[in-house]
RNA sequence: GGGCGAAUAGCUCAGCUGGUAGAGCACUUGCCUUACACGCAAGGGGUCACAGGUUCGAGCCCUGUUUCGCCCACCA
């Protein structure tokens, strides 16, 4: 490979195309036999409602950096790929596409509006599928699922029929979360609450046989059409007179009892509450109480009916505005004031939920979230970061019986069937073809589905074949870790945990690791359905799968939200790019070499020991912040390693000897520290960018197979402290000297003469290293020593307690010079006489810790010459 | 009403066991120096939200306050 071949500008599209097919055919993505713990993670299951966000990037991006770092350490690896059908999601989107096309899934039938959803299931299920193949996803799609899949269907009947023989599934007429618009039941996760401001309406029941009122508070007037009572605190004095009293409901003239409830608050409102049981959860609960039968009021889309007199066929808003004028229209209303509540909206369409009472199907709770709120306590369960624990406990200690039915069509059908001759319930995995009571043949299946979740809680197991005993159960369940964003607690990893105890006997993973969110520039969550999320396709075209999978990570603290914009992949890409040209300065100088660490060693400089040692350390950060699931912070090692450490300092000096070429003295010493540095930073950085460091790992001499399942770089030996040491100095007066040069206004490309006068132990040192300090900083000539005497007109500074001099006869404005030095002087002594009082200070020096005090004691000293020297050389000046 | 999180440079954020405040972007100056202008070198810029406290020493620990964000809760 010769640098015309390398073009000076990275471009990923030609390299992201060419390997990914390779990995798959070399089977790298499936877990390699062998013996030991298997790495397992399972992929959170993209709906196929659409095409995955930037999100779903985030989210994937960590998930294959974790696996790619295990696979590479030789532990068999499996990163099970697979897809969620998302039930009211997915109907939702085929539903408003036939909107678009003037029809209703009613027009089409169940049957035929099935496959339309399944058409755009295939279509959105290979759009996904091309995305996770873009950004790099080392998924193992042999063993790809679908929860409606034939094997997950199964799994799904399978517990649902174990759950209701063990009586934890039962059906029942409840108050449950009703969307008009889905025309579904919700459970009480898919609800979300919104403050928003409303009315309280003070309305006036008049009270049997006398001219008075009782006034009831409500936010939502068109219920009281349903109302069957009106309730009191039993002792709330106000209506002890009312005893035994009946009010009349105004419009529907029934006659409604007053009753005494502990639960009435006497301070809200008035202190009277309508009962409406068959629109309000509470009032639900105090019906059954005291026996009162509910009165539904509305029909499934919220419209007003029958039980509704006048006002039937009004929508629920209309409804309102009409009662409202009716009931101030005969004097009924006391009063309306402002109120602020919250209120209910559907997750998906975002419509006001309406509790309704309806026959669903419940999942028990309470006995399958006992284990899972065991887990944290018996260490069998982590949560990371740890404070998303007592979101998770509190969430299961006042868990809820779980609405599963769902009015839709797109989804498990409920395996119940029932009787059309005795009526008999039969519930069954496989379909029955005959009553198991009376024999006859007439059975007809629920016409619900479940809920999506149903089938999503078991994926732990029901991907690995569950209920069958099979291999891949026995030997990668349960997983290692999971993955996924905290806004699923409880939809999703609660439930799994549930699950897992349930069906398996232990937790489907030791590990959760929440990551935070990925959200706009304006901080809004990234989301199909706002479209302000990008096509990570698009991203990786213009920017590289890699740079849009480094950026996300360097932008990540642990576990908090990022702000997302395109334009932020520059990040990611401006750092391949740079490791391109690193590797395109120095390929040509590898061409035709064989590493020999024996025949190097002896000859590597400080300058190769000290990058070697900067390595080792870099690998052992990198491994320590990948094992705390710190995986930003292990991106951003690597970042800073090869940007600031290899390019900015150890390839700038490498470069005269590279330049000398093979046969010069030096040559295999920074040959062979290039290619180490080089092979162990493109294996370190695979996990990360695996595309870039694939193609560089072929294009570098001595290496074998593919970078995808080399050797993980070992921890390596302890840091190289003294040469460290020695090239901080060397940086710290370079640093000056360019400083110096700058100020003076020096071009770069111009040679100045540079003196160091040198004291003490060090001194020593930066005679060795005066080589490099003068091709750094373009000295030329460089004097270094103890007796260097200063030149009469000199820019000047001080390193520690060494002179650095820039002769600069004719060159220098004194006046300048004397304003630069004083700015520094004057910083100096601050730092002085801070470090001087704190040794002034007895309590310092008698409890601080002995080496902080001896730092601080080495830091006057430093000091202090430093002060002198600047002192001594402003005096000429002035 | 409860819980959680955040507040550090103009912007987005690091700062892990208290010991000399950092990065990227943006900005200023000089450079197309034979890997890279997607770059190099130098530089400016911070009462670490506020008020107390603990400590020899606080961005970090404790208490309270303010502002923002998120989650939960049967506020008729």
Redesign the pocket.
Known sequence: MT?TELP????HTEVERRWYDHWEKQGYFRPRDGEGLPFVTLIPPPNVTGSLTIGHAFNHTIQDVLTRWQRMTGVPTLWLPGFDHAGIATQNVVERKLTAEGKSRHDLGREAFMNEVWKWKEHYHARITEQMRRIGDSVDWSRERFTMDEGLSRAVREVFVCLYKKGLIYRGNRIINWCPRCLTALS??E???Q?LDGK?YHLMYPIKGTQKHIV?????PETMLGDVAV???PKDKRYTPLKGKTAILPFLRREIPIIFDD????????????VTPAH???DF?LGQRHGLTPIVVMDPSAVMNENAGDFRGLTREAARARIVEALQDRGLIARIEP????IGHCQRCDSVVEPYLSLQWFVSMKPLAKPALEAIEKGELAIL?R??E??YL??LE?I?DWCISRQLWWGHRIPVWTCAKCAETIVEVEPPTRCTKCGATDLKQDEDVLDTWFSSWLWPFSTLGWPEDTEDLKRFYPSSVLITG??I??FWVARMVMAGYEFMGKAPFPVVYLHGIV?D?Q?RKMSKSLGNSADPIEISEKYGADSLRLTLLL?S??G????FSD??V??G??????L??????VAPHLRDYTPDEQAARPFLTDADQWILSMLGTTARQVTRNLKAY?IG?AA?DL??FT??E????Y??MA?PRL?AGPDAPGAEAVRFTIHRVFSTVLRLLHPFMPYLSEELWHALPGTEGDVCVAEWPAPGRAANKETEAKIELLKEI??SI??L???M?I???RKAPVLIRATGPEAEIIRGQAELIALLSKAEPLETGSSVKKPAVAASTVVRSHEIFLPLEGLIDVDTERKRLE?ELDKVVR?FDQSMR?LQ?E??L????KD?VE??RT?LESLGMTKEKLERNLEVLR
Not at 560 to 563: A, C, K, M, P
């Open positions: 640098e000076k500008i990275y471009d009480d996760e609800v979300e609450y403050e309280l009831v508070a409500t936010t939502r309730a009191v605190h639960s009435v608050d006497p301070k809200f409102g008035t202190g009277a509450v309508k309000d959860p509470n609960e109120h602020r509540h919250s970061p404070r998303w007592k979101v509190r969430w006042g809820r905290p806004d607690i409880f959200r520039a901080g932008l603290p642990q908090s939200d990022i702000h334009e932020r520059d990040l890409r401006h750092f391949a790019n740079k391109w040209n690193a590797f395109r300065l710190r912070d951003k970042y800073d940007w600031r290899l390019c900015d300092w390839l700038e470069k330049y370079v640093g360019r400083n040069r700058s100020e206004n071009p770069p490309a700015r730092d704190k200070n309590d310092f008698g409890k601080a810790k902080v730092r601080e830091r």
